[in-house]
């Protein structure tokens, strides 16, 4: 008796094992699945964990040290040690306590770096109030102030933090109840290492800006060849991706494929659409609807927008890229009476910002929680071999500004620069060269895709001016390329 | 009498122009840096020319000193010190030794870092040569360099009483701006 019930349990298990592995080879094999896209991270409920946090990539595009008899230098801060202890003394500065806030001119915020001073900046403004919640800053007293873009320490007014505020153009010194501590240790600490000496733009060129840039630099970046991430995908894996984001709805999905290489999925009539480029990149565009809520609180958007990459496509670090991601330039965006957000995310190679060359890497637009437009097209390949053993000297920077002024100014002004002054005539207060360079926000080597070489990496100087990137090869100094930071 | 005349000349000179200038100063070369008789508190000087024209230029860096009656030199320490120095017993030791600098477009700059620099005072001297080789304009400035521990705090204008400035932040709070 008790054999023949050990027989029907053994039948049940059996029965159950069967139906598991029928459901499993339907997986495998009905949908086409390989297991070369079979990801984890794809099945995983979205926002069940965070690999990448808000607070990770709101870093300064670079620190500045400023040691008091005229050295000054930039540090990319690839590992955030410098922004750790920057965020700490800042902490400690604001405390619990009142902050008092009065506005400075920006001739005297210019001159702080005049003495010892650490100054982070960011590529963007970011606002005050969420970073001081974020980081659990009070801002009481800080209400004048909207966003950040410049914070920093001079020794040259020791009790006082400064602010500039790139969104209003405003200065600002902030005076705390508590003294000033930590701050002269991070300068210190930047001091005990190797540095190159950097000079001000004001120095330089006279002109009324805070960029500062070496009078001569050495670099080992070399051209590397480098695809798009997806330039080598398959119809297979198109399909696979294509699901991830039409998920029930994929049934309905129509697939267009263009002359020029684009295949288009299309949900209803441009309600959702994925768009993977020739180029390797892919866009996803989604109809605003009424379900997306009010906007939310700028690091709430920030985090729900990483997530989205996460879940969509999903992070190369965890695969030993070590790739860096930072944000390089947020903005509230506006679309039928909703607000939002719009992020766009700079990656670094050990601290080597990478450029797409004709377009940004990465970049989501969020409002409330609806993700309405992402883009991507990050490099893929072997990146082992983008530096060489031995430096070169690389292409004066300073050299680069005083030829390649006109080509930026009429890039952004829509306009011939004027012409030079017979010799003998006076020139004007202002004249084309005086507005760029009272316009260059920052001069930095990177590494740029140019479409004319097959998408390689090639080592650049990156000029930002006014909000636009312009490339010039690091050693040749030939111009090959720009890109508005606010394009797609 | 006509000693302190001279010196009083020259003090004026030195003080009221942004450059010294000796010969007329060429309109297509501007000294960016160091700015005409500013004091800097650091160990080194950023030099930066900006040429508009083509040009070949000739650019000097000197340390102006006294000639002591030991026959030592000593450092001077402000420009009103370098106005009673008397022609006899100035010296001018070269820092940086000519360099020729062509510019052959319309906007150039020269520049050059010169590290290790002692407190005392410095002129810059551009020449601008013709196509013989010969002066054409002579241009000079004056920079102090005093050392790093010496700079000074700013002085920022709105410096206000606690009260106050906490009574002007509470309305701009209510407020905005």
């Not at chain 1, 690091?299 to 991601?325: K, P, V």
Request: contains cysteine.
């Amino acid at each position: 008796m008790s054999r023949a019930r050990n027989i029907e349990a053994l039948k049940n298990i059996l029965i159950v094992v069967l139906f598991l592995t029928t459901i499993l080879l339907l997986y495998f094999l009905w949908e086409n699945v390989t297991m070369k896209t079979f990801r984890l991270s794809s099945i995983l409920p979205a926002g069940s964990s965070h690999s990448l946090r808000a607070e990770d990539v709101t870093r300064p595009e670079e620190i500045v040290f400023s040691f008091g008899a005229g050295g000054v230098t930039a540090d990319p801060d690839v590992d955030g040690r410098y922004w750790e202890l920057w965020m700490n003394a800042f902490q400690k500065y604001c405390g619990r306590g009142e902050l008092l806030a009065e506005e400075i001119s920006r001739a005297q915020f210019l001159q702080l770096t005049d003495y010892r001073a650490v100054f982070c900046r960011f590529a963007y403004d970011l606002p005050l109030e969420s970073f001081c919640q974020q980081r659990g800053i009070s801002n009481r007293g800080l209400n004048q102030i909207a966003c950040v873009t410049e914070m920093g320490y001079s020794a040259g007014s020791p009790e006082s933090v400064f602010l500039y505020d790139g969104r209003s153009g405003r200065c600002y010194r902030l005076v705390s109840e508590l003294p000033a501590e930590g701050f002269e240790e991070i300068i210190r600490a930047a001091e005990q290492g190797e540095y190159l000496v950097y000079y001000g733009a004001a120095s330089l060129f006279g002109a009324e800006s805070s960029a500062v840039l070496p009078l001569n630099y050495s670099s080992t970046l070399a051209e590397t060849p480098c695809g798009a991430e997806l330039g080598g995908a398959d119809d297979a894996e198109r399909k696979a991706i294509a699901e991830q984001f039409f998920g029930a709805d994929f049934g309905f999905v129509r697939r267009i494929e263009e002359s020029q290489g684009s295949l288009i999925y299309m949900y209803g009539y441009d309600q959702k659409t994925l768009t993977f480029a020739a180029d390797g990149s892919m866009v996803y565009r989604e109809a605003l609807n009424g379900e997306a809520g009010a906007r939310r609180d700028y690091f709430e958007a920030l985090q729900d927008a990483l997530d989205f990459i996460e879940n969509y496509g999903g992070w190369r670090e965890e695969q030993g890229r070590h790739l860096q991601l930072r944000v390089r330039d947020a903005y509230e965006i506006e679309s039928d009476r909703q607000k939002g957000y719009r992020f766009v995310f700079g990656v670094g190679l050990e601290g080597v910002p990478l450029y797409g060359g004709d377009g940004n890497l990465l970049t989501v637009e969020i409002y409330g929680r609806q993700v309405t437009a992402y883009r991507r097209c990050l490099p893929d390949g072997d990146l082992e071999k983008w530096k060489e053993d031995r430096e070169k000297e690389a292409f004066s920077v300073v050299g680069l500004l005083s030829e390649g002024y006109p080509a930026i100014y009429e890039a952004l002004r829509g306009e011939a620069p004027p012409p030079v002054p017979p010799e003998g005539e006076e020139a004007p207060q202002e004249g084309a060269f005086e507005w760029v360079a009272a316009r260059l926000q920052n001069a930095r080597p990177g590494l740029v895709r140019d479409a004319e070489r097959e998408g390689s990496l090639r080592p650049a100087w990156v000029l930002c001016v006014d909000d636009c990137d312009f490339f010039y090869d690091l050693y040749s100094g030939e111009a090959f390329g720009a890109v508005p930071r606010q394009k797609d | 009498m006509k000693k302190v005349i001279m010196a009083l000349v020259l003090v004026l000179t030195l003080l009221c122009g942004s450059c010294f200038v000796c010969a007329a100063s060429d309109p297509a070369v501007t000294v960016v840096n160091p700015q005409g008789n500013s004091t800097v508190y650091a160990d080194n000087i950023l030099i930066s020319v900006k040429v508009t024209a083509t040009r070949v230029l000739k650019i000097t860096v000197f340390e102006e000193k006294l000639l002591n009656e030991d026959g030592s030199l000593s450092s001077l320490d402000s420009l009103e010190a370098l106005g009673q120095v008397t022609a006899g017993s100035l010296r001018h030791v070269v820092v940086s030794p000519a360099e020729t600098f062509y510019s052959n477009g319309n906007l150039s700059f020269y520049t050059k870092e010169l590290k290790g620099i002692t407190p005392g005072i410095y002129k810059l001297r551009v020449t601008t040569l013709d196509e013989n080789g010969r002066t054409q304009y002579l241009q000079e400035c004056y920079v102090v360099v005093r050392p790093p521990s010496e700079a000074k705090a700013l002085s920022f204008q709105s410096e206000q009483s606690g009260v106050l400035s906490f009574l002007q932040s509470f309305l701009k709070n209510i407020f905005g701006n």
